[in-house]
């Protein structure tokens, strides 16, 4: 079974600079999670959900490669029998001619 998660979208105090440290912005996450589903072994959405924007929330992360890491170590620890997860945090509006993203996909 497969897990999608499109357009997570919320704000967060994310990045190196200034003004990214004192107003939160816009994110985007998308997540593909894999596992092997049987005997009711499954993985609450909503859960993964929740647990994203909490540890982004309380992290306040300033590099999207570290907050890639945070959000992953979290998600497997809850959900140990994931085999892969591919995850995409996306910042729209910090530049004005595009949006930036960042994504790294594991093998369990």
Known sequence: MTIHIEALTFDVIIG???????????????????????????????????LIQKELKEKRYELLEEAL???KNILYSTYPHMQTLTLKIAKPDILSECSVALSNTWEF
């Open 69 to 71: 890491l945070g959000i």
């Open 16 to 50: 190196l600079l200034d003004y990214e440290r004192e107003r939160p912005q816009r994110v985007i996450i998308d997540l593909d999670a894999s596992y092997d589903y049987h005997n009711e072994a499954f993985i609450d959405y909503a859960d993964m959900v929740f």
